[in-house]
């Protein structure tokens, strides 16, 4: 601000403070703003500002401050693909601060399918609530002092999300934001605020890289952890070695020395875990860990004081330990698959069972969106289609006592997924689809079919369906192939648009559409091919008086002649599932087989065939779930069993050797269906 009665002003500006306060004599100016160009990083600075009022020169006194260091910023990790696994560049990103659109990181990096991991550590100035915003285009995951902020890992455009956490003036925090484009623009910005910051990008002098450990694992703060965890934690920059501080007392642990009984000893790199035993239930327990360099004048980089409260029930499994390094799910959770190579240690050949445990795509190998508690879950696909039942054991090291402090129920988490397709009551189908849409030149949707040969047509009374978008679609179809591309003609209602006609007249070609507004299920619809080749839809309100969609005329597209015939449905949002029900459905022509056949075409979609559920322990005591269809509950669902049923067949429940679970028939295996079902959260409690 200039100075009272001040006419201009002049400006001394350097490094060295006895020049600015002696300099005399540069140029005076009318403005209050000053520009010194780029400056040195972490250095003092100093300037003075003159005032001239046309009598008296004020000389006014010297401030200073003082630039960022050169760690400024973060560590910015860019890998190929949208997983964050095929690492190919690392680099120091002064703030998170990008806005690629249709262009990339780098030129070592495609404008799409890329992903990025920055760390650092972030430094508080007051002790606030501070707010956290990203701005991504597309998927976004923020950490803050190891708990997550933002969880958003989804494909969209520019979209801001945020999440808050206490800080304290000071204070450095670890920092982990995770980021995936798909296609199209590419967005990744990190903004802040607090009551006494205005939300602006977080600063460069803010941003240090990771020197401190960061990422806890059990993630700071987190509740009903399992009486044996195995705490992990992130490396810092220069680290060669950690020191490891555990006990209850969070003073003793935050000023704990290498003389004190907290310290644990010091770990490796690379052995970034410690096993503190078992533990106490419903208990905090607080950890540091050091990052030390000998070599480095600034170790040991002291790390923050981390807690954590064991749960007041025996934890058998959260799912939360697993990794895709040394504690991979299925080495704990034997399937059908197995793992390693035959003739080497550590080889399983799979139990003779149709389960599958376990995501490779996931940075775990664990379920990490579908989850009950914490992060993590166990994915569990089954197929029976062969004479199987698919069951997953794990062998169990602790708990091992199912009586310690008078437990008397195992409780499991569990999710299934709708069926895909499924006839209930006799003339009813219920499908359930995700998909994009139908349309374009490639279809995603699901199929249930017959084969045609030659002329023929297919009525549907379509009861509902459901408004994932107005988009959707639930309708009658003949199609060339199951291929994506593959041409066809549908007659399908929408929840927004009507009736819809449409086709696609060549392989992998544009598709085509009219429709009639003011339509919504229920509502009947047909498709008839001719001997000729035409396919003409319609649509009525009572299976009797039948309309073709205005301005439309029968198509011809020329198919083999031999087709698929059946329902159709797509819920026109990928990894949204719609329903749809239908009913009066009727064939003519020459059809087979009898039996429908369905399934996801142009993307994968869950869908689970009924089989019955259960738990067995020590391979042979078996508990089913009461319910035949508990495959097909797509809602996080528990399931109580009273332990007395397992020592009814004989088990003692003061040594259990195994669990199990396992879906269809273990004493009498029956060809049965497949499908995917999600478990959690399993846990021994006093139940009364
Ligand atoms: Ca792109
Ligand atoms: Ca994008
Ligand atoms: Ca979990």
Not at 163 to 176: E, M, R
Not at 418 to 440: C, K, N, Q, R
Not at 554 to 582: D, R, W
Request: aromatic share 12%; hydrophobic share 35%; proline share 5%.
């Amino acid at each position: 601000m200039a100075g009272l009665g001040s006419k201009s002003h002049t400006v001394y500006f350097g490094d060295n403070f006895d020049d600015v306060t002696n300099a005399v004599g540069n140029p005076s100016r009318a403005n209050t703003i000053y520009d010194p160009g780029p400056l040195e990083f972490n250095k003092t600075y100093y300037w003075r500002v003159d005032e001239f009022d046309i009598f008296n020169t004020h000389k006014g006194d010297v401030w200073s401050f003082t630039t960022a260091g050169p760690g400024g910023g973060v560590k910015g990790n860019y890998y190929r693909g949208t997983d964050l696994r095929d690492l190919v560049l690392t680099r120091t990103d002064p703030q998170i601060n990008f806005s690629w659109g249709g262009g990339s990181p780098d030129p070592l990096i495609n404008v799409d399918l890329f992903s990025a991991r920055w760390t650092g550590e972030v430094e508080a100035a007051f002790t606030e609530t501070y707010t956290f915003y990203t701005m991504s285009d597309d998927g976004v995951r923020l950490w803050v002092d190891g708990q997550q902020l933002i969880d958003d890992w989804n494909d969209h455009g520019d979209i801001e999300n945020r999440g808050k956490i206490d800080l304290v003036a000071g204070n450095t925090y670890s920092l982990v934001l995770e980021y995936y484009e798909n296609v199209g623009g590419a967005t990744a910005q990190l903004r802040w605020s607090s009551p006494s910051t205005p939300k602006a990008l977080i600063p460069q002098a803010a941003l240090t890289l990771p020197v401190k450990s960061g990422s806890p694992h059990p993630p700071n703060g987190a509740v009903d952890v399992k009486q044996t965890p195995i705490l992990k934690w992130s490396v810092g920059e220069d680290a060669v070695s950690h020191q490891v501080y555990f006990g209850t007392d969070q003073d003793a642990i935050r000023n704990a020395d290498t003389g004190s009984t907290e310290y644990k000893g010091t770990k490796a790199l690379g052995s970034e875990s410690y096993d503190p035993g078992e533990l106490e239930w419903n208990t905090t327990y607080y950890w540091r860990v050091d990052e030390v360099n000998d070599v480095n004048p600034d170790s040991p980089w002291v790390g923050n004081v981390w807690s954590f409260t064991t749960a007041n029930f025996l934890v058998v499994d959260d799912f939360e330990d697993y990794d895709a390094g040394e504690n991979q799910i299925w080495y704990a959770w034997h399937d059908g698959l197995g793992y390693g190579t035959p003739g080497t240690p550590d080889y399983f050949a799979g139990n003779g069972t149709g389960a599958a445990v376990g995501d490779e795509t996931t940075p775990s190998y664990t379920e990490e969106t579908i989850v009950h508690g914490g992060n993590q879950s166990m994915p569990l696909s089954y197929n029976n289609n062969i004479l199987k039942y698919s069951e997953s054991e794990l062998t169990l090291t602790y708990p091992r006592d199912w009586t310690e402090k008078d437990v008397n129920t195992l409780t499991i988490w569990f999710r299934g997924n709708l069926a895909g397709f499924v006839e209930e009551p006799a003339g009813t189908y219920t499908m359930t689809a995700s998909g994009t849409d139908i349309w374009d030149t490639a279809d995603e949707f699901r199929y249930a079919f017959k084969q045609l040969s030659g002329a023929g047509t297919i009525t549907a009374q379509v009861l509902s369906v459901e408004n994932t978008n107005g988009w959707a679609k639930a309708g009658v179809m003949i199609r060339e192939t199951l291929e994506p591309g593959s041409k066809h003609a549908f007659m399908d209602i929408t929840p927004g648009y009507g009736a819809s006609s449409q086709v696609r007249n060549t392989t992998d070609g544009t598709s085509f559409q009219m429709s009639q507004t003011g339509i919504t299920a229920p509502y009947w619809v047909k498709l008839e091919r001719n001997a000729a080749g035409y396919f003409t839809g319609y649509y009525s309100a009572d299976g009797v008086t039948w309309l073709q969609v205005q301005d439309t005329t029968p198509v011809l597209i020329s198919m083999s002649q031999n087709v698929y015939i059946g329902l159709a449905v797509t819920s026109h949002s990928a990894g949204v599932t719609c329903k749809a029900e239908f009913s009066n459905v009727k064939i003519t022509g020459s059809v087979s087989p009898p039996m429908w056949t369905h399934q996801a075409i142009g993307a994968t979609m869950p869908s689970n065939d009924p089989e019955p559920m259960y738990v067995a322990l020590n391979g042979s005591a078996v508990v089913y779930h009461d319910n035949p269809d508990a495959a097909q509950i797509d809602t996080w669902t528990k399931w109580n069993i009273d332990l007395q049923a397992f020592a009814d067949q004989g088990v003692n429940l003061t040594n259990v050797n195994t669990i199990a679970i396992g879906l269809g028939d273990k004493k009498n295996p029956q060809t049965g269906g497949s499908g995917t079902m999600y478990f959690d959260d399993i846990q021994l409690r006093f139940d009364r």
